[in-house]
């Protein structure tokens, strides 16, 4: 079985040359799979792992747009429609001066299985642009917004693709795209973009969910060992919308964040994160980590080394792929790290990853620690389909539910292909075998 999926891994590295980040991706949902095909081999019939490696529709585009002193810029566009067998596709977009064709293929491609997991009628997507929006101001977001939904309006609809937030893009950047929309198409589509403002059909709990459903996560981990977060010492990465309800819930129940970071450095707050100052420098002021520590007097600032670095029991990261590699690991797990749930995609290198196998932790990947954030995103998709409003406490309670259904999925997968406690292969065998039972139903398309 192994040859099979390396057959395909062989020919994705091929067709898809330079591009990293997809090869690492594809490389773990495959090594996942052997086991599961080894069981049921009609997994592998009808060139079904050949189809799904390969994006339905794959758009670049050029977005141009004028800059406040005049200049005219021009950056890139994308969007990776990369399976619709479960639903519309789904996933967010990334504004960061590092995205490329690349890095937006493995996005979508995690999406597929994330997306299965959660149970719902959504398919897996992923899009974004090269365009960095930090040091801009708000007009020329509105200008690059408004460049960027012009083409990407043609591809896109509540049926069809529906894009939510993602690094680089939040409440403000999905207000301008979804203002220009709606002038575009002349109807108000309430159900075509996700992380809506509450004024203007917005969930409640979206902003939270990604956050709060990778605590969620941990703790369901932790309670299979009879434990909890109470009381344990908290390293999270990011100062992002995921790192800061990720300190939020961790909060709530009990533990004790104690570090964030951005790319000018971490920060360590051994009294522990002041999420009340961390939102206002963050959320408010779209300030640096430096300007936290200048009003917490017993906060510092590390612009060395990792945030890895510093000892703590649950690590959680919440910025960007591959911040954790195998040096990372290595240090976590001296100082007694015992758990690992990362908020972000694909934080962990394929080294990293094998560390906390080997090391016997609970380690648990993106793509079912952090599908909280799209599963309240079809929940949101559901009330703008049903012209309803539900109340924070509902929609925790589905967040809640919906966690702790991926949760056991991922476990029960793991027992079922005979890795208890591997929630690598829990993850991807049971997103996999949704979403591929459901492309056999469909024929070859
Ligand atoms: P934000 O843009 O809100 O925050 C990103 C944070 O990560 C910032 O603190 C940013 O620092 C830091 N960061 C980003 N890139 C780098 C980098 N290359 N090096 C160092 N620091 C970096 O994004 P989100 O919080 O929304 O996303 C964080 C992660 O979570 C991503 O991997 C995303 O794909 C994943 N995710 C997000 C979901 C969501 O609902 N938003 C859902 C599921 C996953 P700086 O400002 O200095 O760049």
Same mark, same amino acid.
């Given at each position: 079985m192994a040859e099979v999926v390396e057959k395909v891994y062989e020919q994705v590295v091929a067709r898809n040359r330079g591009e990293t980040e997809f090869h690492q991706a594809v490389r773990e949902v495959l090594d996942s799979?052997?086991?599961v095909i080894a069981k049921h081999p009609h997994y592998a019939d009808d060139a079904l792992l050949e189809r799904i490696v390969e994006p339905e529709r794959q758009v670049i585009f050029r977005v141009p747009w004028v800059d406040d002193a005049g200049n005219v810029q021009v950056n890139r566009g994308f969007r990776i429609e990369f399976n619709s067998a479960l639903g519309p596709y789904k996933g967010g977009l990334r504004f960061h001066p590092s995205v490329n064709a690349g890095i937006i293929k493995f996005l979508g491609f995690e999406q597929i299985f994330k997306n299965a997991l959660t149970n719902q009628a959504i398919g897996g997507g992923k899009g974004g642009s090269d365009f960095d929006p930090h040091g801009r101001s708000d007009a020329e977001v509105m200008r690059f917004c408004q460049s960027f939904m012009t083409e990407l309006s043609r591809h896109i609809g509540p049926s069809t693709?529906?894009?939510?937030?993602?690094?680089?893009?939040?409440?403000r950047e999905i207000g301008f795209l979804f203002g220009q929309y709606k002038r575009l198409r002349n109807s108000y589509d309430a159900g075509v973009l996700t992380g809506k403002g509450l004024g203007w059909g917005g969930s409640l709990v979206r902003t939270e969910a990604t956050g709060y459903g990778t605590v969620l996560f941990a703790q369901s981990m932790l309670a299979t060992k009879g434990q909890s977060l109470e009381g344990k010492r908290v390293a999270v990465s990011g100062s992002g919308n995921v790192a800061i309800y990720a300190i939020e819930k961790a909060q709530q129940l009990g533990a004790t964040p104690i570090t964030f970071s951005d790319s000018s450095g971490y920060v360590v707050d051994e009294a522990g994160v002041d999420l009340d100052l961390l939102k206002q420098v963050k959320e408010v002021e779209r300030g640096r980590v430096a300007d936290y520590v200048s009003r917490r007097p017993g906060a510092r600032l590390v612009t060395e080394g990792r945030v890895w670095d510093v000892p703590a029991e649950v690590a959680l990261p919440c910025a960007t792929q591959n911040e954790l590699d195998g040096a990372g690991a290595a240090t976590l797990l001296r100082n007694g790290c015992a758990v690992v749930a990362e908020g972000a995609n694909m934080p962990s290198t394929p080294e990293a990853i094998e560390a906390f196998q080997a090391a016997g932790i609970l380690y648990a990947p993106g793509k079912a620690a952090n599908a @909280?954030?799209?599963?309240? =995103?079809?929940?949101?998709?559901?009330?703008?389909? @049903?012209?309803?409003?539900? =109340?924070f406490e509902t929609a925790e309670a589905k967040l809640t539910g919906i966690m702790a259904d991926i949760h056991d999925s991922c476990v029960a997968a793991a027992e079922e292909y005979g890795r208890p406690g591997d929630y690598v292969l829990g993850a991807n065998a049971a997103g996999f075998t949704r979403v591929a039972d459901v492309m056999i139903a469909h024929g070859i398309v």
């Open positions: 799979l052997a086991p693709d529906v894009p939510a937030g993602d690094i680089g893009v939040g409440g @909280g954030g799209v599963a309240t =995103s079809a929940l949101e998709m559901e009330q703008n389909a @049903g012209r309803t409003r539900w =109340s």
